[in-house]
C-alpha cells in the first residue's frame, strides 16, 4: 500500500540498505561518548548546512520528537512568555503546553486562509519568544518566508521559535530569520518516527544560558553542554540519527527539492481545481502549503475517494480533528517519487 499520510509517512526506498549498512557497520551498538558517534553526529551537522543551508553558527540538537521540543522551549528558553501566532490544531497544541508550564502564554489564532497582518500585529514587551507554526499539517497552511521576514524586521528584539516539523527537508527554510527551527524525521525526511530536530541560532543559545534551567532530564543546557563536544546527555536514538546521515548524504541540495515540489503541488492543485466537487481546503494561494494538500468536499465523497483510493492500492491521509470527515490530505514529501504523485492525479482526475 502507498500512503500519502502527511506523517508517519512514505520512507524512502533505500532504507532496508541504510538498515542493513547500519548493522554491518556496527554503529547500532557504538557507544554515545565514542569518537564513532560523536563523528556521526558532526558530520549530520556539516550535512545540514551542506543540503539544508543552516547558517554556520546555527546547531543541531537531538531529541525524542516536536511534541518534545514543545515543552523544552517553553522551560529552558522563554523568560516569562510567548506569544503564539497559529491557525490549526498543531499551534493550538503549542500553546496548550506553553500555558502550562508559563501561564502567560498567550496568542491569536488565524483562519487556514488568512495569512499574517503584521502590520497590525501587536506583541507586548513582556513577550520574550514569538512562536509560530510554519506548516501547519494539520489543514494543509503555511507561513512563507516572506511573513516571517517581516516578523523578523517588526520584532527584532524578541526571539522567534519556528515550527516545521512537516517542511523541514521539503522546502528552502531561510534560518536566519529566526532563533529556533524545530522538526521530526518522519515527515519530508522519510524516516521512522522516533527523533526530534532542534536547532538554535546564536540568541537562542545565548538566552538558554543566561536562564540556566537545568532541573529536567531534557534541560537545554544540558544537551547543549554535550552538543559541544557532539554528545548528548542521555543514550540517543543513534539508528535515528544514522539514518538521518544517510538520507542527507542522498538527497539532493534543498533548492532543487524545494523546486519540484512547488511544481508537483502545483499540477495536484490543478488536478484538484478541474474535479466537479472537490475544493482545495485551502483558497488563499499565499497561506497554502507546499508540502501538504488538503481536499475538501461533502462527506459522503469524501469517504468514497478515501475507499476507492485504497482499493487501488493508494491510502489518502485522513483529514485532522474537527476536519477529519469533510477531508483528506495528500503529503508532498520528496520521498514520493514523481510517478506516484502521477499515478494519484491521475486517479484524482477521475473525480
Ligand atoms: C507531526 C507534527 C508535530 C508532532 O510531531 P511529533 O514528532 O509527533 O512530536 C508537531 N507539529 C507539526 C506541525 C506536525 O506536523
Known amino acids: 500500500m502507498l500512503t500519502f499520510a502527511a506523517g508517519p509517512s512514505k520512507v524512502y526506498e533505500a532504507l532496508p540498505h541504510y538498515l542493513n549498512d547500519a548493522y554491518t557497520q556496527g554503529i547500532l551498538s557504538a557507544n ?40 523544552i522551549i517553553s522551560q529552558s528558553i522563554v523568560q ?6 497559529y491557525s490549526g490544531s498543531f499551534g493550538k ?8 508550564i508559563l501561564p502567560h502564554t498567550d496568542g491569536i489564532k488565524i483562519q487556514a486562509n488568512q495569512v499574517i497582518d503584521v502590520p497590525n500585529l501587536e506583541i507586548e514587551e513582556r513577550f520574550d519568544l514569538i512562536a509560530i507554526t510554519q506548516n501547519e499539517t494539520s489543514n494543509a497552511s503555511q507561513v512563507s518566508m516572506d511573513y516571517l521576514e517581516a516578523i523578523r524586521e517588526k520584532y527584532a528584539k524578541k526571539l522567534i521559535a519556528v515550527d516545521t516539523t512537516s517542511s ?13 527551527w ?11 518516527a522516533g527523533l526530534g530536530i532542534l536547532i538554535l541560532g546564536p540568541k537562542a543559545k545565548e538566552q538558554t544560558l543566561q536562564k540556566g534551567e ?36 542522498d538527497i539532493p541540495e534543498i ?15 490543478t488536478c484538484i481545481a478541474q474535479t466537479s466537487s472537490l475544493r482545495l481546503l485551502v483558497d488563499n494561494e499565499l497561506s497554502r ?40 490530505r495528500i503529503a508532498n514529501f520528496p520521498a514520493i517519487t514523481d510517478a506516484e504523485i502521477d499515478r494519484l492525479i491521475a486517479f484524482l482526475s477521475t473525480y
Open 32 to 71: 554515545h561518548r565514542s569518537s564513532v558517534f560523536m563523528s556521526l553526529y558532526e558530520e549530520t551537522e556539516q550535512l545540514m548546512k551542506e543540503k539544508l543551508h543552516l547558517p554556520e553558527n546555527y546547531q543541531l540538537l537531538f531529541t525524542s520528537s516536536a511534541t518534545e521540543n514543545w515543552e
Open 289 to 328: 502549503s507546499t508540502t501538504v494538500l488538503g481536499v475538501s468536499g461533502p462527506e459522503e465523497l469524501i469517504t468514497r475517494v478515501k475507499k476507492e483510493a485504497e482499493k487501488q492500492g493508494m491510502q489518502l491521509g485522513s483529514g485532522y480533528g474537527p476536519l477529519k470527515p469533510t477531508s483528506f
Open 182 to 192: 524545530y522538526a521530526s524525521v518522519q515527515k519530508c525526511f522519510g524516516l521512522p
Open 80 to 85: 516569562s512568555a510567548s506569544f503564539h501566532v
Open 255 to 269: 533548492q532543487h527539492t524545494d523546486k519540484s515540489l512547488r511544481e508537483r503541488m502545483l499540477k495536484l492543485e
Open 168 to 180: 523541514m527537508g521539503g522546502i528552502e527554510l531561510r534560518f536566519e530569520l529566526a532563533d529556533i
Open 214 to 249: 537545568r532541573g529536567r532530564y531534557n534541560s537545554l543546557t544540558f544537551m547543549l553542554e554535550n552538543a559541544a563536544s557532539y554528545q548528548t546527555h542521555y543514550t540517543p536514538n543513534v539508528l535515528g540519527i544514522y539514518l538521518l546521515n544517510r538520507v542527507l548524504q
Open 93 to 100: 497544541k503549542w500553546i496548550e503546553f506553553a500555558k502550562y
